[in-house]
């Protein structure tokens, strides 16, 4: 077991400069890793290390870390078990292999959150807060918060429960920053070009949203012309690579709830426009759909409900034999049902 507490780390590299190392903590091949109490800074560049990397390792806890500004400050290479408690980070990324990622009360602000792996993904108590862009960011913008990673596959074969979302943008942004004016909470396929990864895009199968709150307070100067769409899934194409040239297979969810969508504080003038599921119009080129194929009538091919299931158990000798007598005693005494 590992226990680290009460780490604070201050940088004092700027973007144009770099330490020999930028990790602050680094695990590989451990089990048993505690990181309680920590504030840490980020490298201020465009690119480069995480303040928190782990590989191949089993169990972290990482509760009450503060970090934000520049790169990022989680990045994982294959963990079983993340549990994060009470955090602010302006990034959690994983490249590779996350299973089972558990997150309460978390914050994030500045750049945004990356899946790959499996099993189950929880985040309870979310909040968001979108800030500016600038050509060194320290703080980025992005228009959406969670995606799946894309130089990976985007494979997150892994149900998603997100329970209790604030997303809110910065007061006193300049006037708006950015063409799109739409925000995604979930975008399970990006508008960037896929190469082929080597392997199938295995989409969340379940993904499950509730009780989610755009807070328009923020964006008093920096509002758009226009009305303004929030939507809690998105998919922007409908296949990760062409399946006819390349043979990968992008396996869409089988189930999206989204349960309780709001906005607040939104411009008299204007409309926040809420989208519970955004699908692409090339969805029919998606020939392979979700894992779980359905029937016409909502059913799995192959499964039965329970009447046909008991019918098709009994066997012809026990089926009822014909009686030819029952339609001469209805004849003469009338119907057997009135």
């Given at each position: 077991m590992?226990?680290?507490k009460?780490?604070?780390?201050?940088s004092?590299?700027?973007?144009?400069?770099?330490?020999?190392?930028?990790?602050?903590?680094?695990?590989?091949?451990v089990f048993d890793v505690?990181c309680e109490y920590g504030?840490t800074?980020?490298?201020?560049a465009e690119?480069?290390?995480y303040?928190?990397c782990?590989r191949?390792t089993?169990?972290?806890?990482?509760?009450?870390?503060?970090g934000?500004h520049?790169w990022?400050?989680?990045?994982?290479?294959?963990i079983?078990?993340l549990?994060g408690?009470?955090n602010?980070?302006?990034r959690v990324?994983?490249?590779?292999f996350g299973?089972d990622?558990?997150?309460k009360d978390?914050t994030?602000?500045?750049?945004?959150i990356?899946?790959?792996?499996?099993?189950?993904?929880s985040i309870?108590k979310?909040?968001?807060?979108?800030?500016r862009?600038?050509?060194?960011a320290?703080?980025y913008?992005?228009?959406?918060a969670?995606?799946?990673r894309?130089d990976y596959a985007?494979d997150?074969?892994?149900?998603?429960?997100i329970?209790g979302?604030?997303v809110?943008?910065?007061r006193?942004?300049?006037a708006?920053?950015?063409?799109t004016?739409?925000f995604?909470?979930?975008?399970?396929?990006?508008?960037?070009?896929s190469?082929d990864?080597?392997?199938?895009?295995?989409?969340?199968p379940?993904?499950t949203?509730?009780?989610?709150v755009?807070?328009l307070?923020?964006?008093q100067?920096?509002r758009p012309n226009?009305n303004?769409?929030?939507?809690?899934?998105t998919?922007?194409?409908?296949?990760f690579?062409d399946y006819?040239?390349?043979?990968?297979k992008?396996?869409?969810?089988?189930?999206i709830?989204?349960d309780g969508?709001?906005?607040?504080n939104?411009?008299?003038?204007q409309?926040a426009v809420?989208?519970g599921?955004k699908l692409p119009?090339d969805l029919?080129?998606?020939?392979?759909?979700?894992?779980?194929k359905r029937?016409?009538?909502?059913?799995t091919?192959?499964?039965?409900c329970a009447t046909?299931?008991?019918?098709?158990?009994?066997r012809?000798s026990s089926?009822?034999?014909p009686?030819?007598?029952?339609?001469r005693?209805t004849r003469?005494?009338g119907p057997?049902i009135t």
């Open positions: 590992v226990r680290i009460n780490l604070v780390h201050t004092w590299q700027t973007a144009s400069t770099s330490l020999e190392s930028r990790v602050v903590i680094s695990a590989r091949e505690f504030e800074t980020c490298h201020p690119n480069g290390s303040v928190i782990i191949d089993c169990n972290v806890h990482i509760d009450n870390y503060y934000l520049g990022g400050f989680q990045g994982h290479h294959g079983k078990g549990y408690n009470r602010t980070f302006n990324d994983f490249h590779s299973y990622v558990f997150f978390l994030v602000k500045g750049r945004q990356n899946l790959q792996g499996g099993n189950e993904w309870e979310l909040r968001l807060y979108i800030t862009t600038s050509g060194d320290v703080e913008f992005l228009n959406y969670i995606g799946m894309q985007s997150c074969d892994g149900i998603l429960n329970d979302v604030t809110m943008w910065d006193g942004l300049p708006w920053y950015n063409t004016r739409s995604d909470l979930v975008r399970i396929i990006d508008s960037a070009n190469l990864q080597g392997i199938d895009s295995k989409l969340p379940t993904i949203i509730r009780n989610i755009f807070d307070a923020g964006i100067t920096g226009d303004f769409e929030f939507c809690a899934v998919a922007l194409r409908s296949q690579t006819a040239v390349t043979g990968r992008t396996l869409l969810p089988d189930n709830t989204v969508m709001t906005a607040i939104v411009q008299p003038i409309n809420m989208c599921i119009a029919y080129q998606n020939t392979v759909g979700s894992r779980n029937a016409a009538t909502g059913r091919p192959g499964s039965h046909c299931t008991a019918l098709s158990t009994i012809p089926w009822p034999q009686r030819p007598s029952i339609f005693e003469q005494t057997l």
